[in-house]
């Protein structure tokens, strides 16, 4: 069964500009959430989606958006980047809403750097 | 407000040697706790934990949840160069279930 995929995997962008990264979950998996990981907050939870609506969303600032289509490909906005929306943004899959009996897993990520 | 403490937070062992990760959680409505273990890539699932007291194992990799203490360890013994990595940590949070990530614990092994 093919894993969870992230594309681009690399995005050099400059601030002002806005970015989409796309996620296509495990086959099946209809929960998609997006994570923030820097070295210096570690990894921090986004949004959650799942059946194309948004269950959760971390402390993040409206900049960040999201959405899910029928078919639990998720994709995730950055509008107006800011030099420290630098980070690797990773999402995770799993069959049912997150917290519950299912284990999430992780796509490849997207490495995304603002100049 | 739901939190994961993992420590030590960095480790340096020589091959051979076991080690011993801790997790600490402080959650509402606590459901499960997960490890992952991070290379140079992305987060890989390790175990799902549930239940107090039940130790989950895999290989040379080992993990136990108490319940009542609010904690689990992972156990890894007789390392390996390539179990040198992150390893993390997380807890769905009170009743919104999205993950709260530790700071994870950076392990390096030397042959």
């Known amino acids: 069964k093919a894993g969870v995929t992230q594309t681009p995997r690399y995005l050099i962008k400059t601030r002002g500009q806005q970015v989409t990264l796309s996620c296509s979950p495990i086959?099946?998996?209809?929960?998609v959430s997006w994570y923030q990981q820097t070295p210096g907050q570690g990894l921090q939870f986004l949004f959650e989606?799942?059946?194309?609506?948004?269950?959760n969303k971390g402390n993040f600032p409206g900049r960040f958006s999201g959405r899910q289509f029928s078919n639990s490909r998720s994709e995730m906005n950055v509008s107006t980047l800011e030099l420290g929306d630098s980070a690797l943004y990773l999402c995770?899959?799993?069959?049912?809403?997150?917290?519950?009996?299912?284990?999430?897993?992780f796509g490849p990520g997207t490495r995304l750097t603002v100049t | 407000e739901d939190k994961v403490v993992q420590s030590p937070l960095s480790l340096v062992v020589h091959e051979g040697d076991t080690v011993t990760l801790n997790c600490s959680y402080e959650?509402?409505?606590?459901?499960?706790l997960l490890w992952y273990k991070q290379e140079k890539k992305a987060p890989t699932f390790l175990f799902m934990l549930?239940?107090?007291?039940i130790e989950k194992k895999s290989g040379r990799l080992s993990s136990i949840l108490d319940k009542k203490e609010l904690f689990s360890i992972l156990n890894i013994t007789a390392t390996q160069t390539g179990d040198s990595a992150i390893y993390l940590c997380?807890?769905?949070?009170?009743?919104?279930?999205?993950?709260?990530f530790g700071q994870g614990t950076t392990l390096q092994v030397k042959p």
């Open positions: 995770a899959s799993s069959l049912s809403p997150a917290g519950t009996a299912y284990e999430q897993y």
């Open positions: 086959s099946g998996h209809r929960s």
């Open positions: 989606y799942f059946s194309e609506t948004q269950r």
């Open positions: 959650v509402t409505n606590f459901r499960s």
């Open positions: 549930t239940s107090s007291g």
């Open positions: 997380a807890v769905p949070s009170g009743n919104t279930g999205k993950l709260i």
